[in-house]
């Protein structure tokens, strides 16, 4: 009697705690939309409150020492939403820096490609300073403002921030600082120094604007071209777009920043980042078209998609958004959008031998109800829906040893803690 081999089956229970959800090991590649990291799990991403109607005209959007400007492009000036307050502006304005004053309160510096401007928000004043100063930004250090163009870097006199021209010994004045690195494009204060940012390197300049105690040391930066005005500090840390992606630097060293998950943005043409809650937020254009709101959370140390229609963005600590007309106020509060949310993980199980491997059920650990979709090799989907801590079946087993796996929560209230895929293997006979 002759005996028929059956393959022997086997089957792998593949577990993936939250914290596991970003590239790296078994997870090739990771994308939240509209889900954020909190205390060991998923949940779903920030809502929206009105703040305003955007006036007429507005082209850009920005929040600076707690207020609020919109800046009409085809009119040249900026309005202080909820104020009929007023100030002329260049048209290329690309930031606002809000500058704490010794006697109290602040002033803000309008940086454009034209010239740098400082006016108050409550004196009816504007000082012009030309465009030789900056096309960068401005930056406090020891009681002086920095501001950076091409390889000069120009200092005010201490406490004094309308005296840039005096060019006393020991006064406000400017260095010119070639270096290999090219130009720069970018300053800011981290850790009790002065860093230059420059095409393609990183100055750290010492020496408080004394012309014999001056010194400046490249560092070490190999993450490509940095973006201009494209440095944003938060947490002890800068961070800043390049060619190549988010990358950060801690004073030390700069690297790719960790947990990213921007492959999907096209760094040919990124807004500049700002300052929101734990990290920074940006929106930016798409490689496939169209454009997005990205933030990354430097304490979670991921990047992630917010899924909230946007024309403009400003934040400074938190965050406001337009569109429509209408301005927004980003919440804490959790929120399904219209456009839904979803984290999305690529899955190799490689490691799991040389067999047949079919994705044949998920098990979610947290709370609430997921849709879950997982497409194999040749594109074939399986599906399920469920509650967390069920079995979940797909409809159809999913081929291949890298499948890519969504988990769609379907209402706000929802948390993903962990994702248990059950892998039936086929061993070859």
């Not at 089956?9 to 590649?29: C, D, I, K, P």
């Amino acid at each position: 009697m002759t005996r028929l081999k059956v393959p022997a089956r086997a089957h792998r229970a593949v577990r993936l705690s939250a914290e596991a959800f970003s590239e790296g090991g078994r997870v090739l590649s990771a994308k939240l939309v509209h889900m954020r990291e909190r205390d060991g799990a998923l949940i779903c991403g920030e809502g929206e409150e009105e703040v305003a109607a955007l006036p007429q005209g507005t082209g850009k959007l920005f929040y600076a020492g707690g207020q609020l400007f919109a800046y009409l492009t085809t009119k040249q000036y900026f309005e202080l939403i909820g104020t009929a307050l007023r100030r002329a502006a260049d048209d290329t304005v690309f930031r606002l820096v809000h500058v704490p004053l010794k006697e109290g309160g602040g002033c803000f510096f309008a940086v454009s490609d034209g010239q740098l401007q400082q006016f108050d928000a409550t004196d009816a004043y504007t000082y012009n300073y030309g465009n030789n100063l900056s096309d960068t930004g401005v930056a406090l250090f020891h009681e002086r403002l920095f501001a950076a163009k091409g390889d000069r870097l120009s200092v005010t006199a201490c406490d004094d921030f309308e005296d840039w021209v005096n060019h006393a010994e020991q006064g406000p004045g400017y260095f010119e600082l070639p270096s290999p690195g090219g130009k720069i494009a970018d300053l800011a204060v981290l850790r009790g120094a002065l860093y230059l940012f420059r095409e393609r390197g990183i100055t750290k300049v010492e020496g408080c604007a004394d012309v014999f105690a001056f010194r400046a040391e490249e560092m070490t930066c190999h993450c490509g071209r940095i973006a201009p005005h494209s440095v944003c500090v938060c947490g002890g840390e800068a961070y800043f777009f390049t060619e190549n992606g988010l990358c950060r630097f801690d004073g030390t060293r700069a690297e790719r920043a960790p947990g990213a998950a921007d492959g999907e943005i096209d760094f040919s043409s990124v807004s500049r980042p700002e300052r929101y809650r734990n990290g920074i937020l940006a929106r930016v254009a798409l490689r496939a078209g169209g454009s997005a709101l990205y933030a990354y959370d430097a304490f979670y140390r991921r990047g992630r998609f917010i899924n909230l229609p946007c024309e403009l963005c400003a934040a400074d600590g938190e965050a406001y958004i337009a569109r429509e007309g209408t301005i927004y106020r980003l919440t804490d509060a959790p929120t399904l959008p219209a456009g839904g949310a979803m984290a999305e993980l690529v899955l190799t199980f490689s490691d799991l031998g040389d067999s047949e491997k079919r994705t044949e059920a998920v098990v979610l650990e947290g709370c609430g109800t997921f849709a879950v979709r997982a497409f194999g090799e040749n594109g074939r989907m399986g599906e399920a829906c469920g509650r967390t801590g069920e079995r979940l079946p797909l409809n159809r087993a999913v081929l291949g040893e890298t499948v890519r796996l969504q988990l769609i929560p379907q209402s706000a209230d929802c948390a993903l803690r962990s994702a248990t895929l059950y892998v039936g293997r086929e061993e070859r006979i």
